[in-house]
């Protein structure tokens, strides 16, 4: 009789430890999700800044938008390249909240410096421009100088939602969809998708002027359009890139 009673305290015993590890691992679950809704709800980027060469940033910051890590990297100091990495999706229609003309390019993600070197991990969110109709500097971004690197660590991440009207100072001209590229820029894809956006002019999602460079290593670009116009023999080029 005892024997058999100690076999059943041993079997509630180990019962009873299962069921305390299935506890333990269900909070621990819990609080780990709750951890990232928190983190998601308090910081829309953390943005990491290295040395040019190093692979440990020195310093990481978080931002509860994505308008001030984007500020904090073009303000990087030079020889310094900085990683911005998305918990937020962050559509846009004006970044200062107007249609300004004729200085548009306030209107996109501008970046003139050939000394910024700038990632943006899209991990698994969009950067969109909420637009109804084609306007100046319609595109998502506008790289007049630097370095671009777009990736996707998640997956599902987009650039889309650009309407660019293809016209500089009211003349038309080659402006792209998604990303513009201007005076010897590199945009470098490793992954995500560039998708859903359009020109009046050419390049749908990529333009590349002055001597820029586009490297894709992964990615993908699909559905976006360059209308063509006959108003002017240059329209209508490239729906992906030009």
């Given amino acids: 009789m005892a024997k058999i009673i100690g076999k059943k305290a041993i079997v509630i015993c180990m019962a009873l430890a299962v069921m305390l590890l299935s506890l333990i691992l269900v909070l621990q679950l819990v609080t780990h999700a709750h951890a990232e809704e928190v983190h998601a709800a308090e910081a829309a980027v953390d943005v990491m800044f ?11 910051k978080t931002f509860s938008t994505f308008e001030e890590g984007w500020e904090a990297a073009l303000g990087a100091n030079k020889n310094e390249r900085t990683v911005i990495t998305m918990h937020a999706d962050f559509w846009f229609k004006f970044m200062n909240g107007i249609n300004r003309y004729p200085d548009a390019w306030n209107n996109t993600l501008y970046m003139d ?130």
Avoid at 50 to 60: G, I, R, V
């Fill in 113 to 242: 410096d050939k000394d910024l070197d700038i990632t943006i991990d899209l991990n698994g969110h969009t950067i969109g421009r909420a637009l109804t109709d084609f306007v100046w500097y319609g595109q998502v971004f506008y790289i007049n100088n630097g370095k671009l690197t777009i990736r996707d660590s998640k997956g599902g991440g987009r650039i889309t939602g650009g309407l660019d009207n293809g016209q500089y100072s009211g003349v038309p001209d080659e402006m792209a969809g998604a990303i513009h590229l201007q005076n010897d820029s590199v945009l470098v894809l490793e992954s995500g998708t560039i998708s859903g956006n359009e020109t009046k002019m050419s390049g749908g999602a990529v333009f590349l002027n002055d001597s820029s460079t586009f490297i894709m290593t992964g990615g993908e670009i699909s559905g976006n359009k360059a209308r063509q116009n006959m108003d002017d023999a240059r329209r209508g080029l490239g729906g992906g890139v030009a």
């Fill in 50 to 60: 290295y040395h040019k060469d190093a692979t440990t940033p020195h310093a990481f």
